[in-house]
């Protein structure tokens, strides 16, 4: 499973 | 934020503000890929189902706003508008956009980040703004001739996520355990797809002629 990413981006 | 990321929402923001002006200048969206303007639509809703619950920046906020309501927008007046109606190229406008829908839902649920709701729509709106411009280039394939304004339209498109891709390779040499495989080579597809019709407006840009793409 991949890393979780904050969703900083449009 | 960095430049290529502001560089990228600005060139997003002038695309939508070209479509809004051909179709309420010339109050026709001939050219103009319906289905499209659906896929787009569906790619917003589902990628800022955070809007309300994760606060990132007021121009965050105010982005997200805007690209929502424009895409509906856009879809509202190509659908019930009276006189923009009668422009769409309905028999041109034919690719099958569902098969889209459904291989990013499926595609989604197999690679995500996490096996969420959220995430899932997520990496679905990411997967699915890839795919979305096919329709719209095949609409223009079949029409042959592109207009200036709608030339413009997909350039731009296109061009804000080569700007993203710049901003993923910036954010990934200056920010640690920067990764986003998702986004970044789903952008990279998103991209390719569009070399060909930059190909041509390059050429009909050198040559100053009419943008034609090959039948």
């Known amino acids: ?10 | 934020m960095n430049i290529f990321r502001f560089a990228g929402d600005m060139t997003h923001l002038i695309s939508i503000l070209v479509l809004l002006l051909k179709i309420y200048a010339t109050k026709s969206c001939s050219g103009i890929s319906l289905k499209t303007q659906e896929l787009y639509a569906l790619v917003f809703l589902t990628r800022y189902l955070d809007l309300f619950t994760d606060f990132i920046s007021v121009y965050n906020t105010i982005m997200k706003l805007v690209f929502i309501a424009s895409s509906l927008a856009v879809v509202c007046c190509m659908r019930m508008h009276r006189v923009v109606r009668r422009s769409y190229d309905k028999d041109l406008d034919t690719f099958r956009h569902y098969f889209l829908i459904l291989a990013s839902f499926v595609l989604a649920l197999l690679v995500n980040e996490k096996f969420t709701f959220q995430e899932i729509f997520w990496a679905f709106s990411i997967y699915l703004e890839a795919l979305a411009i096919l329709p719209q280039l095949v609409l223009l394939q079949r029409s042959g001739n592109v207009d200036n304004l709608t030339g413009q339209y997909v350039f731009f498109l296109g061009a804000y996520r080569a700007f993203y891709i710049l901003n993923w390779i910036y954010r990934y040499f200056t920010e640690q355990h920067f990764s986003r495989w998702i986004a970044c080579v789903s952008g990279l597809v998103q991209t390719v797809l569009y070399a060909d019709f930059f190909y041509y407006y390059f050429i009909s840009w050198k040559n100053n002629a009419k943008m034609q793409l090959p039948a």
């Open chain 1, 1 to 10: 499973c991949l890393q979780e990413t904050q969703k900083d981006e449009l």
